[in-house]
T-cell receptor, first 115, second 114 residues
């Protein structure tokens, strides 16, 4: 597709439920990022992939959060046993190459509400 | 954790006026980037300024960088209602191998009124 695509756009989960958020990056992009954005705040880094390798997962808030990109394209962020504090927008982004000077392209986010 | 803060947190101006937003950051940088986020949407990259640059222009945008003060400013000239959005500064890690992992500021909410 033309841009980064995320699904679902909106998800309401009951506390304790598992959720899976999908990201389709721009075709051919090497780098893929997940960010979490709480209401009224800037995005906070969760994890980074270079192709299929997860090079940095330092931002994942707990072991309930897991991300994968098994074939180096589509990525899934999974949250187990969701808690109310997990309510946020989850943004996926991709970049054609690694390196700090490359433009990052963001998807429109998956809005998660845990009730 | 956030890298720094944008100032002001919120800004309301009339169409045609200029809007200035400031960003402070904490650590040394290779570059600083500005992003726009419309309500309910993803972020859009606006402009990147490298650490050896002091000023950069792109259309109605002007960005300055003062590495001695660890601060940057974004000026939008002749603002339009369509500029209404949140604006964030962001910095990547200075170490190689850090990829383009960005640390974002807290954002400035700009409202441009007709």
């Amino acid at each position: 597709g033309a841009g980064v695509s995320q699904s679902p756009r909106y998800k309401v989960a009951k506390r304790g439920q598992d959720v899976a958020l999908r990201c389709d990056p721009i075709s051919g992009h090497v780098s893929l990022f997940w960010y979490q954005q709480a209401l009224g705040q800037g995005p906070e880094f969760l994890t980074y992939f270079q192709n299929e390798a997860q090079l940095d997962k330092s931002g994942l808030p707990s072991d309930r959060f897991f991300a994968e990109r098994p074939e180096g394209s589509v990525s899934t962020l999974k949250i187990q046993r969701t808690q109310q504090e997990d309510s946020a927008v989850y943004l996926c982004a991709s970049s054609p190459r690694s390196g700090s000077g490359n433009t990052i392209y963001f998807g429109e986010g998956s809005w998660l509400t845990v009730v | 954790s956030q890298q720094g803060e944008e100032d002001p947190q919120a800004l309301s101006i009339q169409e045609g006026e200029n809007a200035t937003m400031n960003c402070s950051y904490k650590t040394s940088i290779n570059n600083l980037q500005w992003y726009r986020q419309n309500s309910g949407r993803g972020l859009v990259h606006l402009i990147l300024i490298r650490s050896n640059e002091r000023e950069k222009h792109s259309g109605r945008l002007r960005v300055t960088l003062d590495t001695s003060k660890k601060s940057s400013s974004l000026l939008i000239t002749a603002s339009r209602a369509a500029d209404t959005a949140s604006y964030f500064c962001a910095t990547p890690p200075i170490l190689t191998g850090g990829g383009n992992k960005l640390t974002f500021g807290t954002g400035t909410q700009l409202k441009v009124e007709l």
